[in-house]
């Protein structure tokens, strides 16, 4: 098992491009979700799915699009990249037995 | 709403000193609880975690007992190591909730 695999691991946009961050995991876990990690914030959950099909927003949405199609995929879209958005990002996957399994992140720099 | 608190850091720390890390958490119902630890350019990972009143989880040295009356789950460790130099998160989930509300994060600074 691979757990849960973020890609890129680093990327540098200008202000105002697109991206996405891709995470899949192959756990067949129902929950996934994405966090952004800043100095002294903490993490910070953007957006969240309890299965294919359905997602719902966290604490901190604004300028981050999801979608879950499959089971395996939770894509986070950057639809017009602010220098706000330097950070790192983390996509997580659990099960109903509570244990979280994270990736490894994407290091994310907007000029 | 749901909450945790944990100490602000860094924590610095000789090798073989004591650990504690406070963590208090605010919850409807009996959440189960949990510590993650991040080393430097990586994930989250699980390090420990209780499920119900007075459990105590353990791993590599870590313990942490849930202490319902206070609210509590304290991360401690006997005799540090310079390889425990990390991030610590606290984290809860109560039963109602898909994912689970972390602290800020305790960074833990541990010198030869």
């Known amino acids: 098992n691979a757990g849960v695999t973020q890609t890129p691991k680093f990327q540098v946009l200008k202000t105002g491009q697109s991206m996405t961050l891709q995470c899949a995991q192959d756990?067949?876990?129902?929950?996934m979700s994405w966090y952004r990690q800043d100095p002294g914030m903490g993490l910070r959950l953007i957006h969240y799915?309890?299965?294919?099909?359905?997602?719902d927003q966290g604490e901190v949405p604004n300028g981050y699009n999801v979608s879950r199609s499959t089971t395996e995929d939770f894509p986070l879209r950057l639809l017009s990249a602010a220098p706000s958005q330097t950070s790192v990002y983390f996509c997580?996957?659990?099960?109903?037995?509570?244990?979280?399994?994270f990736g490894p992140g994407t290091r994310l720099t907007v000029l | 709403g749901d909450s945790v608190t944990q100490m602000e850091g860094p924590v610095t720390l000789s090798e073989e000193a004591f650990l504690t890390i406070n963590c208090t958490y605010t919850?409807?119902?009996?959440?189960?609880l949990f510590w993650y630890v991040q080393y430097p350019g990586e994930g989250l990972q699980l390090l420990l975690k209780?499920?119900?009143?007075?459990d105590k989880g353990s791993n590599k040295g870590f313990e942490a007992t849930y202490r319902k009356e206070t609210t509590s789950f304290h991360l401690e460790k006997g005799s540090v190591q310079v390889s425990d130099s990390a991030v610590y998160f606290c984290?809860?989930?109560?039963?109602?909730?898909?994912?689970?509300?972390f602290g800020r994060g305790t960074s833990l600074i541990v010198h030869p």
């Open positions: 997580a996957s659990s099960n109903t037995a509570n244990e979280q399994f």
């Open positions: 756990m067949n876990h129902e929950y």
């Open positions: 799915s309890v299965g294919a099909g359905i997602t």
């Open positions: 919850a409807t119902g009996y959440p189960s």
């Open positions: 209780a499920t119900k009143a007075d």
């Open positions: 984290a809860q989930r109560s039963g109602g909730s898909y994912i689970p509300t």
